[in-house]
């Protein structure tokens, strides 16, 4: 029997893992992905309802560009510094996002595709998902990568890492991990053999 919907795997990890070699990898088998970050963006384009309340809140002036799109980096700031603005705005914005995905995974071709997500585990996206995937790093890899990536500071990547969910926690919450720990062969071998599992298992 021909399967008609896509089995919806979960795919996360810390900043600096490698989660966009692996998701790159996977769709060059053919294999959606749906991004969550590209729905965040998406839900907030000029024109959208959630820009429109967004600009009520903190004012346009504030964090809305010439063009008239959001200035993210100024949301950013204003939020960083108040919880509540944070909770407001993640109340906001969750749902909407959450359909956008949702819309998508139903779009998506069988037998399975891929939810790309660093709030995976943080929010209740994981709960769409038949399996999780941990691409995961040691620490010390996690941080040398980003400053190479990202041309920043240790201490700027440690901030970032302590607002994520803790490796541990990640580990904890894995149905499967590939450990990102050597070159792009080996993480590309991984996904390869990894990808042929998920086909058994979802065709």
Known sequence: MTKTKAAVVGITGGIGSGKTAATDRFASHGIDVIDADLMSREVVKPGKPALTAIAEKFGADQILLADGSLNRRALRDIIFTDNNKKLWLE???????????IQRL???????????????????????????LLIDAPESLQLSRTQQRDQTSETAVKAIMTNQ?????????????????????????????QHQKYLEQFS
Do not use: G, W
Request: hydrophobic residues 45%; glycine residues 0%.
């Open 165 to 193: 969910l803790s490796r541990e926690k990640r580990l904890a919450a894995a149905d499967d991990i590939i450990i990102n720990d050597s070159d792009l062969a080996a993480l590309y071998a991984a996904v390869d053999l």
């Open 106 to 132: 139903r779009a998506s071709k069988p037998p399975y595709c891929l939810l790309v997500s660093p709030l995976l585990l943080e929010t209740d996206q994981h709960k769409l998902c038949e399996r999780v």
């Open 91 to 101: 109340s906001l914005l969750h749902p909407l996002i959450r359909d956008e995905i």
